[in-house]
């Protein structure tokens, strides 16, 4: 089995996507170091007051007040946070999201609602360093 | 006979009966950790077979979700009529796996499935959008033109997730949105 000791941070205001995606990765992965934001608030001083710098962060796109592409721009103007990998997490089934997350400058995006099948994968592929476009 | 618990690192044949007989034993006795549970039930998930199969339909239903949605993925692959027995369990399921039951009904392109999946949507009290937001793409994969006036009120639904995936489901079915009529 994989052992994760990376950090993650997930942003998302939908309270059973936060479930959804907190059960399988403390409960079937076995992550040690998940950190859940519920909405984009002062997202950044957020950032900053974790225990840990995220090697991770999973942002969904449609959150209050600010959204995934504004907090992907505060995160990339830190240059604390330059290297790390930002995945979108989207419902969105059009070419034209994918198109925007893209040029948007996000590492990689994964479809939502995720399922313990191809989830842990799929972040297996991010910490090897792949770019990873999961949008289905 | 080798423990279940090393079977991660084998490569699992059809030949692997009595270990797999002895992996499902072992998964209802309960005594796995959920991590270790969810592994196992994923390593006996690459074994096609009808003693498997009869397991995993047992498990949609499991109080564990994660065991819910391999064992929903399984019966999606492998049963010979999926649909109706992913219906059949589909509102005694936990939440979650509900959500993995509409997206396998979307992923068989099942036709029977949409008057279900219609009645889903506009049940009142549900948990949170992404139920709708499943079923709107479920329904969008299954193709039926004939649904268009059932979902586009939800082009006006809270979440935004949710209108742009009925904008979008709408333009699969060939029937564009209000504001594109207009």
């Known amino acids: 089995m994989t052992d994760y000791t990376q950090c993650f941070l997930y942003v998302e205001d939908d309270a059973l996507s936060r479930e959804i995606l907190q059960i399988i990765m403390i409960n079937a992965m076995g992550v040690h170091h998940l950190h859940v934001l519920e909405d984009s608030q002062d997202f950044m001083q957020k950032i900053v007051a974790l225990p840990q710098k995220p090697d991770v962060i999973l942002l969904d796109i449609n959150v209050m007040p600010i959204d995934g592409f504004t907090m992907l721009q505060q995160i990339r103007a830190d240059a604390r946070y330059a290297d790390t990998v930002v995945i979108a997490l989207t419902a969105s089934v059009m070419n034209e999201e994918v198109a925007r997350l893209r040029k948007g400058g996000f590492n990689g995006a994964i479809a939502k609602p995720v399922n313990v099948m191809s989830f842990p994968s799929l972040i297996d592929r991010v910490l090897l360093g792949e770019t990873v476009w999961h949008v289905v | 006979m080798m423990h279940p618990m090393s079977m991660e690192k084998q490569s699992v044949t059809t030949t692997d009966f009595t270990q797999m007989e002895a992996l499902i034993i072992l998964l209802d006795s309960g005594v796995l950790d959920t991590r270790e549970t969810i592994q196992q039930v994923r390593v006996l998930a690459q074994c096609q077979q009808p003693f498997v199969l009869a397991a995993m339909k047992r498990w949609i239903l499991s109080p564990n979700p994660l065991i819910g949605q391999v064992a929903v993925d399984y019966v999606a692959s492998y049963d010979s009529a ?98 594109n009529i207009s």
Not at chain 2, 88 to 109: N, P
Not at chain 2, 166 to 175: E, F, H, P, R
């Open chain 2, 82 to 179: 999926p649909t109706a027995y992913l219906m059949d369990c589909l509102l005694d399921s936990t939440y979650m796996v509900r959500i993995s039951i509409v997206q396998a009904l979307g992923e068989l392109k099942s036709a029977q499935a949409v008057p279900t999946l219609l009645t889903l949507l506009e049940t009142p009290n549900q948990r949170g959008s992404t139920l709708r937001l499943s079923v709107i793409k479920a329904l969008g994969k299954i193709g039926d033109p004939t649904i268009a006036d059932r979902i586009r009120p939800y082009l006006n639904d809270q979440d935004a997730h949710v209108r742009q995936n009925v904008g979008a489901t709408l333009a699969i079915l060939g029937t564009p949105s209000q504001e």
